[in-house]
């Protein structure tokens, strides 16, 4: 595996396009709001959307990434979420594949927040079982008010 650098950016404002409108998606979607994001998701079907998002509903085609700051292919069709992947990279554009962790640019990490610090979690992606115990560790540390 390639190591990945951890890059805590400003993603207030910032176009963000999520291809898919399943329960990966939604749980991205739910973080990226936490962090200010403009969030539009290209997709069909989805279940419920939380309130500010826009919602184009139909499958993805090319072009659906132009302006996009950031993206996130997570539909349920392989050949959908490679076509996001290479839309992405002709463009120049982050994105975390779902499906794929090969064609992702970033991985999505495990989000873990208390009193003003931000920690990512994330792994090679062979085991997201160890990655949810090591963020639950962590969120549990910043929730106490005696860090040091």
Known sequence: MTKRFPLFIDLVGKPVIIVGGGKI???RIEVLIEFGAD???ISPDVA???N???HIQREYKSGDLE???LAVAATNNRDVN???????GDRNIPISVA????ECTFYFPAICMGDSLVVGVVSDGTNHHRTAKAAEKIRE???TEDLL
Do not use: Y
Not at 99 to 102: H, L, P, W
């Open 25 to 27: 998606a939604l749980r």
């Open 39 to 41: 969030i539009t998701v």
């Open 48 to 50: 419920s959307l939380p």
């Open 52 to 54: 500010g998002i826009k």
């Open 67 to 69: 302006g996009a700051f």
């Open 82 to 88: 490679h076509s996001v992947w290479q839309e992405a």
């Open 99 to 102: 499906d794929c962790r090969e």
């Open 141 to 143: 540390l910043l929730s």
